[in-house]
């Protein structure tokens, strides 16, 4: 491997710390280009410019309910975020945050501009019309001096880039198809992903799914076996590939199923990318997901090699907001 400079250590905010917050915080801890220094979650916020330990605040959370209990580094607070930015020198945050309701993100997102804080932000948000707020803050993410950097997870996210990537065959991209496979083995784990999966199911919207008991949840899935079948998704991978000049977003799908009970994917998660060379022949290019690899392995990845991509384009003096299509994520080591 060539030699190349070592490159300054990033420090690394996580918000949320749910299922993907703390998978995060495991994905970081052998990093050496990362340090993961802050986290905030609904109550409390954990700030250590050493590092935090994944162990100590996965515990802490899991017996508690806050990394605001965590000895010595954490602060109980209603107002976790707004506190945690204003204190912590942080260059950039993975917001691993529920977009519950649908402008949650887009409100924290103005928080962040409002605060004069600058640095690099990835979401790994899913639907189109939560996109297209934060593209309306374009011209603020610029004068903030924030690069922004979204739908960074497996879907939107990995499988997004890869269609970028495999349309490069082609003079003209027809259709790009993703499928995704899910295996939890509680639903408990990932509570925000699994109600904003339930409000894509027919009869369901996102205020519906939010306003669901954790008891009406579980109901749900007794009916349904834990297994959640979902079409035609709004799913922001349609937006990011038609900005991205890839083809409309008439022609991008997304769905698949979810099993809440069984840690095994129900199908292997792939992106099929069909379009016609220059040669005139149609053809469809395939890449799958290795079963092994779960959601969490699948989302924090990227969304980390998109940080230090993002880290990059920030140093050079490149704000606003980018998508996971636009970008190629770097490899976070
Ligand atoms: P979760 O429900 O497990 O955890 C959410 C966390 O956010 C909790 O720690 C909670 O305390 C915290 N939180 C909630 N409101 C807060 C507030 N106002 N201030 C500070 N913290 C707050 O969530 P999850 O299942 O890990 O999902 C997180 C997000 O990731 C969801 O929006 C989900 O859709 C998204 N996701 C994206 C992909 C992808 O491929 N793009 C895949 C899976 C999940």
């Known amino acids: ?5 070592a490159a300054p250590l990033i420090r690394v ?9 703390q998978a995060a915080a495991r994905v970081l801890a052998p990093k050496q280009e990362m340090n993961w220094v802050a986290t905030a979650d609904l109550k409390g ?22 990394v605001g209990y965590v000895e010595p580094h954490g602060t109980l607070s209603h107002n976790s975020i707004r506190e945690l930015i204003a204190r912590a020198p942080v260059d950039g945050y993975f917001l691993a945050l529920p977009n519950l309701p649908n402008t949650f993100m887009a409100d924290i997102a103005r928080q962040f501009i409002q605060s004069g804080w600058q640095g690099v932000l990835v979401d790994a948000l899913k639907r189109t019309s939560a996109v297209e707020q934060l593209l309306a803050l374009q011209d ?8 922004y950097l979204t739908g960074c997870g497996a879907t939107p996210g ?12 082609y003079a003209e991209v027809h259709t790009v198809k993703i499928t995704f496979g899910v295996g939890i083995a509680r639903w408990e784990a990932y509570r925000a992903t699994i109600r904003e999966d339930i409000a894509h199911l027919p009869g369901y919207d996102v205020e519906t799914a939010r ?9 749900l899935l007794d009916r349904t076996n834990g297994i959640l079948t979902l079409e035609n998704m709004e799913h922001a991978d349609d937006i990011m590939l038609e900005l991205a000049g890839i083809c409309d977003r008439a ?8 099993d809440t009970r ?31 690899t779960s959601m969490a392995a699948n989302v924090c990845g990227p969304a980390f090699g998109y940080l230090k991509a993002g880290t990059a384009l920030h140093q050079r003096g490149l704000y606003g907001l980018l998508t996971a299509a636009e970008v190629m994520p770097q490899f976070a080591r």
Do not use: W
Request: hydrophobic share 40%; proline share 3%.
């Open 1 to 5: 491997m060539l030699n190349r400079e």
């Open 13 to 21: 905010g996580v918000l949320g710390f749910g299922g993907l917050g």
């Open 45 to 66: 916020y954990a700030y250590n410019p050493e590092g935090l330990s994944a162990d100590t605040c996965i515990a802490t959370y899991t017996q508690k309910g806050s």
């Open 140 to 147: 603020d993410f610029q004068a903030a001096g924030i690069t």
């Open 158 to 169: 990995l499988l997004t880039a890869a269609a970028a990537i495999a349309a490069q065959s």
């Open 211 to 219: 306003a669901m008991s954790d008891a009406e949840v579980e109901a």
């Open 251 to 258: 022609n991008v799908s997304v769905g698949g199923v979810v």
């Open 262 to 292: 069984n840690p095994q994917k129900p199908l292997s998660t792939n992106v099929q990318v069909t379009g016609r060379t220059f040669e005139g022949k149609t053809s469809t290019h395939t890449f799958t997901l290795g079963d092994e």
